[in-house]
């Protein structure tokens, strides 16, 4: 059974310049102990999403409709206590910026143990053995000594373990974690993906993982759900995804990153560009949101916006070209 | 043979820190501790490494955007590190500068026409009025920006178009050689796929050389000719794209290359994890830089700095384990 359905789910802002359709008729599903990544450029909505998931958007100005269902009930429906209760405990987030999400006046060990006492009733000590445990498991050396330092005093892979630490503390079901590496340099990078990695076998936790990174996307996710403009415009499993990608901006999308080892193998080539840009989502869009970049597009995708279609098992597409699947089946 | 366009001799730049109570005891940051490099005209050399290695005050020193330490910058065979006032602004011509963030390295106040004029007025290249504007527009074109562009101001573009402006801007002082620092490492990728490949025609097209700092290595290999690591202020090793992409020496660049995820699922894989952080370049350690994080570090590492040593016609490590490699890997 999932664990989360979204269900058509809008999120519009109210700007001086209309409204901003930052997500617009979204829907996916997690299952349990699933990882789930969505990809797609700035603007896409991705984190909107995810904020929304949490319903960490500000009312006013944004809006957010549709339907949030996490273990059967609709989050959307919830009072702010009954939401308060679910989030950093059943739901947690990692945010991109591990210096500026924890708070630089307290202890390490005093915003792990915070989750701890709010939602599981420990008291100080137990919550802060527990803490130490926390971070003995996302491997920061001399636990003992850290839960006591601030964040300052950590360098910023140390920061993102601890952010993790706090966001696991409390055994979420479901972990969103809006692009975790970004900020990272590369060798930090894979420290932190290996760490998620044996923590997601050990803890089992279902995870949202939101990057630009197809390279991230490729290690940790099994199923990828692409956006563009605020919609969802492709959605497979991550091996049938970057095998036989079906619409027309996922295909630009891996033709638009080299990969490495290029030159070695003499498969080095002028790289894919997406001529254009993003359209403004303050302005209704009529048709397909890619129309205006897509190399395909007709008159028939620029009045008509392509639903989801099946193009091949557990693989879905909005486009009116894409073909379907003789490749996977 | 002609001399290299530009040529780096154990350059130095520290940079004073106050520590101690009321800031008394002065500390420095080794950012560059001693780097040589060149650049042939044309060619593309990488800047490869982490935060805090020291890539970006390498360009900067280039720039002559402050005073180095110690060291020589040589451009075209003139020393451009002590160079007068007078002379440095007919040099400052030659190299020019495209930033990582497009959004504060443009002036909001000015016009794009404005900020396309500026240096060629500033170089004395336009002979009249009409050959600036004519140079102008060309820029808009050569960078493939509409001409009516020109009366907007930088906040009506986005990211990619910005950068775009940037990279016009630096071509207007008909530069030989362009310091790329992260240059498109803000941008989405498709954006990004688009300005390197403008970036490739116009180092085709004007014969441009390329600094090209960065920390993407995909894109560098994409890009680049020849490629310098760096760890800690120093060069580990630099070689040509062939070597350093198919037989990494250093044990640092072999754990850079592996680490980087692949957008290939199911790909095997064996990264080579390194334990902890970079140290701080403010008391880097003793010996090697990189023995506190590497994994094949041996007594030797810890007390004696390695230099750089050619291991082929043109690749140089900086490694113990390198000793003579040259005699036993013939």
């Not at chain 1, 091996?239 to 490495?260: I, K």
């Not at chain 2, 020589?72 to 190299?95: C, E, F, K, S, W």
Request: proline share 7%; glycine share 8%; hydrophobic share 40%.
């Amino acid at each position: 059974m999932a664990l989360l359905e979204v269900d058509n789910l809008q999120t519009h802002f109210r700007t001086p310049g209309g409204i901003n359709r930052a997500v617009d008729g979204v829907s996916f599903h997690v299952n349990e102990g699933e990882t789930l990544a969505i990809v797609g450029e700035s603007g896409c909505g991705k984190s909107v999403t995810s904020m929304s998931l949490m319903r960490l958007i500000p009312e006013p100005p944004g809006r957010i409709a549709g339907a949030i269902r996490f273990a059967g009930r609709d989050l959307l429906q919830l009072s702010d206590r009954e939401m308060r209760a679910i989030r950093g405990n059943d739901i947690s987030m990692i945010f991109q910026e591990p210096m500026t999400s924890l708070n630089p006046v307290l202890t390490v060990g005093r915003q792990i143990r915070e989750t701890l006492m709010i939602h599981q009733g420990l008291d100080k000590q137990a919550a802060e053995a527990h803490a130490v445990e926390m971070l003995t498991l996302v491997g920061i050396p001399e636990p003992k000594r850290r839960v006591r330092e601030y964040p300052h005093q950590l360098s910023g892979g140390m920061r993102q373990r601890v952010m993790i630490a706090i966001a696991l503390a409390c055994n979420p079901k479901l972990l969103i974690a809006d692009e975790p590496t970004t900020a990272l340099d590369v060798t930090i990078q894979a420290q932190i993906l290996k760490l998620m990695l044996d923590l997601k076998r050990r803890v089992g936790a279902a995870i949202i993982l939101i990057t630009h990174d197809l390279g991230v996307v490729a290690e940790i996710a099994e199923r990828v759900m692409v956006m563009y403009a605020g919609r969802k415009v492709e959605e497979a499993p991550v091996a049938e995804l970057f095998r036989s990608p079906r619409h027309p901006y996922t295909q630009g999308l891996l033709g638009a990153v080299p990969r490495l080892g290029s030159s070695l193998t003499g498969t080095a080539r002028r790289l894919a560009e997406i001529p254009g840009q993003v359209p403004d989502l303050r302005k209704p869009i009529t048709g397909c949101v890619f129309a205006g970049r897509c190399a395909l597009a007709t008159d028939l995708c620029r009045q008509y916006a392509p639903g989801l279609e099946e193009k091949g098992p557990r693989h879905v597409a909005a486009c009116h070209y894409a073909a379907k699947g003789a490749v996977a089946a | 043979m002609s001399p290299p366009l530009l040529q780096v001799n154990d350059l130095k730049k520290h940079f004073p820190v106050k520590s101690g109570l009321f800031g008394r005891k002065s500390e420095f940051v080794y950012a560059v501790d001693g780097v040589s490099f060149e650049i042939a005209r044309g060619e593309t050399l990488s800047l490869v490494g982490e935060s805090g290695c020291g890539k970006s005050t390498v360009g900067r020193a280039i720039l002559r955007l402050f005073d180095i330490t110690a060291g020589q910058v040589i451009l075209d065979g003139q020393r451009i590190d002590d160079a007068h006032p007078g002379t440095m602004r007919q040099m400052r011509r030659r190299v020019q500068v495209v930033f990582q963030d497009p959004f504060s390295s443009l002036n909001p106040r000015m016009r794009v026409r404005d900020i396309l004029a500026e240096p060629i007025r500033n170089f004395g290249l336009a002979k009249s009025a009409e050959d600036l504007e004519v140079r102008v527009t060309s820029l808009m074109d050569t960078v493939r920006l509409p001409r009516e562009a020109l009366n907007r101001r930088p906040h009506e573009f986005s990211g990619g178009q910005r950068q775009r402006i940037g990279i016009a801007r630096a071509l207007a002082a008909e530069p030989e050689l362009i310091v790329c620092d992260e240059a498109v490492s803000a941008l989405d990728v498709s954006v990004k796929a688009q300005i390197v490949n403008l970036l490739q025609d116009l180092q085709s097209e004007f014969g441009l050389a390329l600094l090209f700092i960065s920390h993407d290595l995909a894109i560098v290999e994409h890009m680049t000719h020849r490629v310098a690591v760096m760890y800690l202020g120093k060069i580990v090793e630099i070689a040509p794209r062939r070597e350093i992409f198919a037989a990494p020496r250093h044990p640092y660049t072999r754990a850079l290359l592996s680490a980087v995820p692949l957008p290939e699922p199911g790909a095997q894989r064996n990264p080579i994890i390194l334990k902890g952080d970079v140290p701080s370049p403010i008391n880097p350690p003793k010996g090697c830089r990189f023995h506190t994080r590497c994994p094949l570090v041996f007594d030797r590492c810890r007390v004696e700095e390695p230099v750089l040593r050619a291991t082929g016609t043109e690749q140089w490590v900086a490694c113990h384990l390198e000793d003579g490699a040259v005699a036993t890997s013939g």
